[in-house]
């Protein structure tokens, strides 16, 4: 089985859709070979801008090339596209609804060895927060391939998350990426585990531990984390009664966030929000998902806890 | 330019104050200093200048204008409005509840408004992708940025400022309203900018120095600038501060509040006559 990181299928799927859109340009902040836009580099440096160490210019030069009709795909780590430039991303892309599409890459706790200041765990939580923002955080290379594709039809901005950590793959080439639609990944009738990005693996590990012990879990990928798929959140939560969510962020303002509002406001039901709590620290990844939580293991000992808590 | 139309553009910009100070008077709020420092220059670009067309404000390839210190918006409201863009008479509604002209420039929300700004150091970043677009597409349409020299502080600003002549956008002119005075006063005890012509050229700009109250100086500084091959323009305007309204004119005190009722009577009076002076010569 493949092991590809999601910040290579960027890199592959900008030239795969990026190169014959010629609309299509490519920003980078100098991490162009760790980002790996410089796959596009390589077969289109005319539409590849390298804008150096300035990731408010990038925002901003990206969104001036949105009002001429460019779909300007800005890439960098995503701590310093949501964290740094939040508020040229809010202003000056947001606000005004320009068709840009932040690449993000190296996002959540899988950095690893770089530690604390490069782990961004609190990205999905600032771009919810801007109307009209797009957040797709994918969960394996054909995933992340085709929502790259799916930003380039969709007109508006679009956050892709990415991660620096090899994943095994989760589709064959059959998958039909949907933007906006969550991914019924097993079916379950005694608790749902929502998962995005690498937590969805660990989401499908969990529900095979619980099976062996009797419990039916279903398991969804939300990909498309705004908009939110708010039928598949209200038919889990009706059908199964309890809900955990399991993310590479940072407890508040992410998915969990995300789908815990949907609930409440639809059909009420425990939901357990597994994520990080606190600022991580350097290590490989796996001793990092140990450390703080992200395993198959707490997510089954959260879905017995949240079906406890049912009526 | 010959004297009458100059006479002519110097009528507009005063208009286009009257316009600027009618919007902050009836919203009691704004920010009048700096809209009455770049009067005149909005006046030259929109009436002599750009590629524009009121009937037709997204036209593709129309001239662009960024104001990067968007919170002069009523001086570009007002020109926008002069020119046609919209009914002059709107200006009583700016930043009221369900107006379409807000506080800060709006795009596609503002007839005429090129790009969304109000946030200091954005608006000449987003310019610099307007000019850099058209380089890719080989297309010949100018990018012009106004911003403030109190905004000059802003890091971003400076990142732009590499980016430009980095990418040789010779495509793109920025003006710096220098009328020397931010919020909180002289901008060069608040935090020094300067020696701003210097650091753009340092930068790698072809800088030019003019009167921000001239159009012969305007005019040709842009013409220059036209000329200018294989690097953008900083065009450092000394401006005044509050230009043409006495009790305005070089205080810090009218960067951001309204004027009351006699206040604003007396300003209209004193452009009123200003206008009156100028349509005698022609």
Known sequence: MAKVATRVSYGEALVKYGVPNENVVVLDADLSKSTKTDTFKKVCPERFINMGIAEADMMCVAAGLATCGKIAFASTFAM???????????????????NVKIGATHAGISVGEDGASHQCLEDIALMRTIPGMVIINPADDREAQLAVKAAIEHQGPVYMRFGRLAVDDLYDDDYKFELGKGVMLRDGK???????????????????????????????????????????????????????????????????????????????????????????QSGKPAELFEAYGLTAENIVKNVKEAIKLKK | MDAKRITELSIIANKVRKDALTGVYSAAAGHPGGSLSIADLLTYLYFEEMNIDPKNPTMEDRDRLVLSKGHTAPA????????????????????????FLQGHPVLGKIPGVDM????????????????????????????????????LEEGQVWEQAMFAPHYKLDNMTIFVDNNGLQIDGDITKVMNPTPIDKKFEAFGWHVIVIDAHNYNEIESAINEAKAT??????????SVKGKNVSFMENNPAWHGSAPNEEQYNQAISELDEIIKGLEAQL
Do not use: W
């Open chain 1, 190 to 280: 005694d608790a749902t585990i929502v998962a995005t990005g690498l937590l969805v693996q660990e989401a499908l590990k969990a529900a095979k531990i619980l099976e062996d012990e009797g419990i039916s879990a279903r398991v969804i990928n939300i990909h498309t984390i705004k908009p939110l798929d708010e039928e598949i959140i209200t038919a889990a939560a009706k059908e199964t009664g309890a809900i955990v969510t399991a993310e590479e962020h940072y407890i508040m303002g992410g998915l969990g966030s995300a789908v815990a509002e949907v609930v409440c406001k639809n059909a009420p039901c425990p939901v357990k929000i597994i994520g990080t709590e606190e600022f991580g």
């Open chain 1, 80 to 98: 310093f596209a949501a964290g740094r430039a939040f508020e040229q991303i809010r202003n000056s892309i947001g606000y005004p609804g320009l």
């Open chain 2, 116 to 151: 969304s700004t109000g946030s200091l150091g954005q608006g000449v970043c987003v310019a610099g992708g307007m000019a850099l677009a058209a380089k890719l597409d080989n297309k010949s349409y100018r990018v012009y940025s106004i911003l403030g020299d109190g905004e």
């Open chain 2, 229 to 238: 091959k294989g690097k953008p323009t900083a065009v450092i305007m000394k």
């Open chain 2, 76 to 99: 570009l409201y007002g020109v926008l409005a002069e020119r046609g863009f919209f009914d002059p008479a709107e200006m009583k509604n700016l930043r009221k509840f369900g107006s």
